[in-house]
């Protein structure tokens, strides 16, 4: 069994930045793709970056390009998130996902079996 729990996600102003994390435990998911994605009140779970298995070779959404990057947190087992000039627009409940080991790196939500709960992220104007 994998867990995955995120934290980080609070209230901020835009243009502030913020750093989620993601911690795992459980199996132990080496050479997992892992990735981020975001849910908007009402509305469909969007990707928002991923990190390969393999070589840590990383993916964003045109959304959050140049803005966001995402890392691994190996003493965590888990993800980092850092976000940076936030707006509006980024409100929303931040997910942490994984697939399983030596698969390929996924923009795809279904392709993830493994989810946190969430940490929501409100950015005010």
């Known amino acids: 069994q994998v867990h995955l729990e995120e934290s980080g996600g609070r209230l901020v102003e835009t243009g502030d930045s913020l750093q989620l994390s993601c911690t795992g435990s459980?199996?132990?998911?080496?050479?997992?793709?892992m990735a981020w994605f975001r849910r908007f009140e009402g509305k469909e779970t969007d990707f928002v970056a991923a990190?390969?298995?393999?070589?840590?070779?990383?993916f964003y959404a045109d959304s959050v390009k140049g803005r966001f990057t995402i890392s691994r947190d190996n003493n965590q087992n888990g993800l980092l998130l850092q976000m940076n000039a936030l707006v509006p627009e980024d409100t929303a409940r931040y997910f942490c996902a994984a697939r399983e080991s030596h698969t390929w790196i996924s923009n795809r939500a279904p392709d993830y079996p493994f989810w946190g709960q969430g940490t929501q992220v409100t950015v005010s104007s």
């Open positions: 459980g199996r132990i998911l080496n050479n997992s793709p």
């Open positions: 990190i390969a298995g393999i070589d840590d070779a990383t």
